[in-house]
Protein backbone atom coordinates (compact mmCIF):
# COMPACT_ATOMS: atom_id res chain seq x y z
CA UNK A 1 0.00 0.00 0.00
CA UNK A 2 0.89 3.76 -0.31
CA UNK A 3 0.41 5.62 2.55
CA UNK A 4 0.24 9.47 3.64
CA UNK A 5 0.69 10.66 7.12
CA UNK A 6 0.80 13.90 8.10
CA UNK A 7 2.11 15.01 11.65
CA UNK A 8 3.43 17.22 13.65
CA UNK A 9 2.40 21.26 14.48
CA UNK A 10 2.27 23.80 11.85
CA UNK A 11 4.13 27.12 12.80
CA UNK A 12 2.16 30.24 11.74
CA UNK A 13 5.12 33.18 11.38
CA UNK A 14 4.08 36.90 12.29
CA UNK A 15 7.40 38.25 11.42
CA UNK A 16 10.70 37.19 10.95
CA UNK A 17 11.14 36.07 14.17
CA UNK A 18 7.63 34.99 15.38
CA UNK A 19 5.25 32.27 15.07
CA UNK A 20 1.83 31.07 16.49
CA UNK A 21 2.67 27.04 17.23
CA UNK A 22 0.69 24.45 19.81
CA UNK A 23 1.99 21.78 21.86
CA UNK A 24 1.83 18.73 19.51
CA UNK A 25 4.93 16.83 19.43
CA UNK A 26 4.57 14.77 16.16
CA UNK A 27 5.29 11.37 17.86
CA UNK A 28 1.85 9.98 17.13
CA UNK A 29 2.55 10.73 13.57
CA UNK A 30 6.21 9.20 13.29
CA UNK A 31 5.35 6.67 15.45
CA UNK A 32 2.54 5.38 12.59
CA UNK A 33 4.13 6.21 9.82
CA UNK A 34 7.39 4.03 11.40
CA UNK A 35 4.70 1.06 11.63
CA UNK A 36 3.25 1.10 8.37
CA UNK A 37 7.02 1.27 6.61
CA UNK A 38 7.91 -1.95 9.23
CA UNK A 39 5.34 -3.77 7.73
CA UNK A 40 6.47 -3.16 4.49
CA UNK A 41 4.02 -0.10 3.21
CA UNK A 42 5.25 2.78 1.08
CA UNK A 43 4.88 5.57 3.26
CA UNK A 44 5.19 9.93 2.58
CA UNK A 45 5.01 11.67 5.93
CA UNK A 46 4.26 14.72 5.52
CA UNK A 47 5.17 16.84 9.18
CA UNK A 48 5.37 20.36 10.85
CA UNK A 49 8.83 21.18 12.61
CA UNK A 50 9.61 18.53 15.88
CA UNK A 51 12.40 17.31 17.12
CA UNK A 52 11.94 13.70 16.25
CA UNK A 53 13.51 11.54 13.84
CA UNK A 54 12.35 10.62 10.45
CA UNK A 55 11.38 6.36 10.93
CA UNK A 56 13.98 3.87 9.09
CA UNK A 57 12.22 3.66 5.51
CA UNK A 58 9.91 6.86 5.22
CA UNK A 59 10.28 9.27 2.53
CA UNK A 60 9.75 12.52 4.09
CA UNK A 61 8.63 16.04 3.51
CA UNK A 62 8.66 18.91 5.85
CA UNK A 63 6.60 21.93 5.86
CA UNK A 64 5.97 24.98 8.25
CA UNK A 65 2.57 26.43 7.14
CA UNK A 66 -0.65 24.87 7.01
CA UNK A 67 -0.62 25.94 4.09
CA UNK A 68 2.55 24.66 3.15
CA UNK A 69 1.11 21.22 4.35
CA UNK A 70 -2.03 21.83 2.35
CA UNK A 71 -0.04 22.27 -0.92
CA UNK A 72 2.13 19.35 -0.29
CA UNK A 73 -0.93 16.89 0.60
CA UNK A 74 -2.44 18.27 -2.67
CA UNK A 75 0.16 17.02 -4.78
CA UNK A 76 1.07 14.26 -3.73
CA UNK A 77 -2.54 12.41 -1.82
CA UNK A 78 -3.86 11.54 -5.49
CA UNK A 79 -1.06 8.42 -5.80
CA UNK A 80 -2.58 6.71 -2.15
CA UNK A 81 -4.16 4.28 -1.19
CA UNK A 82 -4.81 5.05 2.68
CA UNK A 83 -4.07 8.95 4.00
CA UNK A 84 -3.91 9.11 8.22
CA UNK A 85 -3.84 12.76 9.09
CA UNK A 86 -2.39 13.15 12.39
CA UNK A 87 -0.78 16.93 12.25
CA UNK A 88 -2.23 19.38 14.60
CA UNK A 89 -2.62 21.82 11.91
CA UNK A 90 -3.13 25.73 12.75
CA UNK A 91 -7.12 26.99 12.53
CA UNK A 92 -5.84 29.80 12.23
CA UNK A 93 -3.25 32.15 10.57
CA UNK A 94 -2.07 35.68 11.23
CA UNK A 95 -3.76 37.73 8.48
CA UNK A 96 -0.90 39.97 7.89
CA UNK A 97 2.71 38.63 8.24
CA UNK A 98 5.38 41.63 8.82
CA UNK A 99 8.23 41.67 6.74
CA UNK A 100 10.40 43.29 9.83
CA UNK A 101 10.31 42.15 13.28
CA UNK A 102 7.13 43.85 15.28
CA UNK A 103 8.49 46.88 17.81
CA UNK A 104 6.39 46.80 21.11
CA UNK A 105 4.41 49.79 21.11
CA UNK A 106 1.19 50.68 23.24
CA UNK A 107 0.12 48.02 26.60
CA UNK A 108 -2.33 46.04 24.44
CA UNK A 109 -1.48 43.71 20.90
CA UNK A 110 -4.23 43.02 18.95
CA UNK A 111 -3.59 40.20 16.54
CA UNK A 112 -5.65 39.30 13.84
CA UNK A 113 -6.40 35.98 13.05
CA UNK A 114 -7.92 34.43 9.69
CA UNK A 115 -9.07 30.84 9.21
CA UNK A 116 -6.62 27.99 7.54
CA UNK A 117 -7.83 25.43 4.81
CA UNK A 118 -8.84 22.22 6.64
CA UNK A 119 -6.20 20.08 4.99
CA UNK A 120 -8.60 16.58 6.04
CA UNK A 121 -11.71 18.46 5.08
CA UNK A 122 -10.29 19.13 1.77
CA UNK A 123 -8.95 15.21 1.03
CA UNK A 124 -12.78 14.21 -0.82
CA UNK A 125 -13.89 16.94 -2.50
CA UNK A 126 -11.22 19.37 -3.66
CA UNK A 127 -8.47 15.98 -4.08
CA UNK A 128 -10.74 14.25 -4.91
CA UNK A 129 -9.20 11.34 -2.95
CA UNK A 130 -11.04 7.97 -2.85
CA UNK A 131 -8.64 5.99 -0.76
CA UNK A 132 -9.04 4.95 2.63
CA UNK A 133 -9.46 8.22 4.90
CA UNK A 134 -8.29 8.55 8.23
CA UNK A 135 -8.32 11.49 10.30
CA UNK A 136 -7.71 12.07 14.55
CA UNK A 137 -9.86 13.84 17.24
CA UNK A 138 -8.53 15.47 20.05
CA UNK A 139 -11.42 16.35 22.09
CA UNK A 140 -11.58 17.78 25.66
CA UNK A 141 -15.43 16.84 26.20
CA UNK A 142 -18.05 14.89 24.53
CA UNK A 143 -15.51 12.68 22.79
CA UNK A 144 -17.72 9.99 20.83
CA UNK A 145 -20.22 12.39 19.68
CA UNK A 146 -17.32 15.23 18.31
CA UNK A 147 -15.67 12.55 16.50
CA UNK A 148 -18.28 11.03 14.75
CA UNK A 149 -18.91 14.64 13.72
CA UNK A 150 -15.55 14.94 12.42
CA UNK A 151 -15.83 11.40 10.56
CA UNK A 152 -19.36 12.50 8.97
CA UNK A 153 -18.42 16.10 7.95
CA UNK A 154 -15.15 15.30 7.02
CA UNK A 155 -15.81 12.25 5.30
CA UNK A 156 -13.75 9.70 7.01
CA UNK A 157 -13.61 5.64 7.02
CA UNK A 158 -12.38 5.97 10.76
CA UNK A 159 -11.23 8.74 13.56
CA UNK A 160 -8.95 7.86 15.97
CA UNK A 161 -9.85 10.09 19.14
CA UNK A 162 -8.34 10.83 22.01
CA UNK A 163 -9.38 12.69 25.03
CA UNK A 164 -7.02 15.05 25.93
CA UNK A 165 -8.41 16.55 29.13
CA UNK A 166 -7.02 13.10 30.62
CA UNK A 167 -3.71 13.16 32.48
CA UNK A 168 -0.64 11.66 30.88
CA UNK A 169 -2.19 10.88 27.36
CA UNK A 170 -2.38 12.20 24.01
CA UNK A 171 -0.38 15.98 23.32
CA UNK A 172 2.94 15.57 23.81
CA UNK A 173 3.18 12.72 25.77
CA UNK A 174 4.38 8.74 25.12
CA UNK A 175 1.73 7.07 25.97
CA UNK A 176 -1.87 7.55 24.43
CA UNK A 177 -5.46 5.75 24.93
CA UNK A 178 -7.70 6.24 21.75
CA UNK A 179 -11.40 5.36 21.12
CA UNK A 180 -11.90 4.19 17.19
CA UNK A 181 -14.85 5.50 15.93
CA UNK A 182 -16.34 4.28 12.42
CA UNK A 183 -19.39 4.73 10.78
CA UNK A 184 -21.68 1.82 12.50
CA UNK A 185 -19.49 1.71 15.95
CA UNK A 186 -16.89 2.75 18.32
CA UNK A 187 -14.68 0.61 19.94
CA UNK A 188 -11.73 1.69 22.84
CA UNK A 189 -8.48 0.38 22.87
CA UNK A 190 -6.50 0.05 26.05
CA UNK A 191 -3.64 3.05 27.19
CA UNK A 192 -0.32 1.69 25.11
CA UNK A 193 2.77 3.62 24.18
CA UNK A 194 2.43 5.55 21.00
CA UNK A 195 4.98 3.04 19.75
CA UNK A 196 2.61 -0.46 20.42
CA UNK A 197 -0.55 2.09 20.00
CA UNK A 198 0.36 2.43 16.33
CA UNK A 199 1.12 -0.81 15.37
CA UNK A 200 -2.43 -1.74 16.77
CA UNK A 201 -3.78 1.33 14.40
CA UNK A 202 -2.01 -0.17 11.60
CA UNK A 203 -3.46 -3.49 11.93
CA UNK A 204 -7.21 -1.76 12.47
CA UNK A 205 -6.37 0.13 9.38
CA UNK A 206 -5.71 -2.53 6.93
CA UNK A 207 -8.46 -4.59 8.39
CA UNK A 208 -10.66 -1.92 7.52
CA UNK A 209 -9.04 -1.46 4.12
CA UNK A 210 -9.62 -4.81 3.82
CA UNK A 211 -13.02 -5.03 4.27
CA UNK A 212 -13.60 -1.69 1.69
CA UNK A 213 -11.69 -3.60 -1.06
CA UNK A 214 -13.37 -6.90 -0.22
CA UNK A 215 -17.20 -4.95 -0.35
N1 LIG B 1 -7.00 18.93 10.20
C1 LIG B 1 -6.47 19.27 8.97
N2 LIG B 1 -6.38 20.59 8.61
C2 LIG B 1 -6.79 21.57 9.44
C3 LIG B 1 -7.33 21.23 10.72
C4 LIG B 1 -7.42 19.90 11.06
O1 LIG B 1 -6.09 18.38 8.20
N3 LIG B 1 -6.68 22.85 9.07
C5 LIG B 1 -7.15 17.51 10.55
C6 LIG B 1 -6.26 17.02 11.66
O2 LIG B 1 -5.04 16.52 11.17
C7 LIG B 1 -7.11 15.92 12.30
C8 LIG B 1 -8.53 16.40 12.09
O3 LIG B 1 -8.47 17.34 11.02
O4 LIG B 1 -6.98 14.71 11.58
C9 LIG B 1 -9.17 16.98 13.33
O5 LIG B 1 -8.88 18.30 13.46
P1 LIG B 1 -9.71 19.32 14.40
O6 LIG B 1 -8.96 20.59 14.35
O7 LIG B 1 -9.92 18.68 15.72
O8 LIG B 1 -11.08 19.37 13.64
P2 LIG B 1 -12.08 20.55 13.50
O9 LIG B 1 -13.13 20.05 12.59
O10 LIG B 1 -11.32 21.78 13.13
O11 LIG B 1 -12.74 20.64 14.93
P3 LIG B 1 -12.78 21.67 16.11
O12 LIG B 1 -14.18 22.10 16.06
O13 LIG B 1 -12.44 20.80 17.29
O14 LIG B 1 -11.77 22.76 15.83
Not at 28 to 33: D, F, I, K
Not at 138 to 149: P, S
Amino acid sequence: MKVLVTAGPTREPLDPVRFLTNRSSGKMGYALAGAFAHEGHAVLLVSGPTHLDVPAGVDFMAVETAAEMHAVVASYIGKMDIAVFAAAVADYTPALVASQKIKKSGETFTLELVRTADILGSAREEFGFTGMLVGFAAETENLEANARDKLVRKHCDLIIANDISKPGIGFDSDENEVLLVYPDHSEPLPPASKYELALHLVDAILALKKLMVES
